[in-house]
């Protein structure tokens, strides 16, 4: 089964409620990106407070683009959001932060940027529910898609099959057939489906090719 998942990079809670709305009547869950401007050059809405209390039926998956994720994922872990990505390069207590989203009953993914390996994360593979593969430099919306991170995504698809893969960055019609194939089944998309005149139209399509390209 393959999931489009849209992606919300904002500054405001203006702008992230209007983008939830407008996505809302066509997926299941967003994916919120949190950036702090320190692990990457970019600032988004920075605040759990700002993530409260959102009126809306869709899940929400948070992606902390932040530095020292063990500092924040407590306070994280009592807002709405159910899934939890943090970045393998911005940590080195993984560990606890596996645990204590364990603990509180939520999902918990890692993210690797482009030129990561999985080596870095093979300890906790067992431990997560998905690998979430960066396929631009992150910290941006309409970042170049590196189609580098393709054989990577594959060769760890072959040695985890049943593992759920996430790819972030760049994905739109172009670029989601390549990514099927390489294992990918949670497909964030940012610019494509925000930019694009007709949202509704957008992720039809994205989720046409993505049934076709999977079978
Ligand atoms: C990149 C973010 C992505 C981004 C996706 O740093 O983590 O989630 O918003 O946007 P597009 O699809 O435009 O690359
Ligand atoms: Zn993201």
Do not use: C
Not at 61 to 88: C, Y
């Amino acid at each position: 089964m393959t999931e489009i998942i849209p992606s919300i990079l904002v500054k405001t809670r203006e702008e992230m409620v209007e983008k939830i709305i407008a996505v809302e009547p066509y997926v299941e869950r967003v994916h919120l990106d949190i950036a702090d401007g320190i692990f990457v050059p970019n600032i988004t809405i920075s605040g759990f407070e700002e993530v409260e209390d959102i009126e809306t039926d869709l899940k929400i998956g948070v992606h902390l683009m932040v530095s020292k994720p063990e500092n924040h994922i407590v306070r994280w872990l009592e807002t709405q959001a159910d899934k939890f990505i943090f970045h393998i390069e911005a940590t080195e207590r993984a560990q606890e932060v596996i645990d204590k989203v364990k603990e509180a009953d939520k999902e918990v993914g890692i993210a690797i940027n482009p030129s990561t390996p999985i080596s870095a994360i093979e300890p906790f593979i067992d431990q997560i529910d998905l690998v979430h593969f960066m396929t631009v430099e992150p910290g941006f919306y309409g970042g170049e898609f590196l189609e580098s991170v393709l054989p990577k995504i594959a060769d760890f698809h072959f040695y985890y099959p049943d593992k759920p893969i996430e790819v972030d960055g760049g994905v739109d019609p172009e670029t989601l057939p390549g990514l099927i194939k390489a294992g990918a089944n949670l497909l964030v998309t940012g610019s494509y489906i925000f930019k694009s005149k007709d949202t509704a139209k957008a992720i039809e399509k994205m989720k046409s090719i993505a049934e076709s390209e999977s079978k």
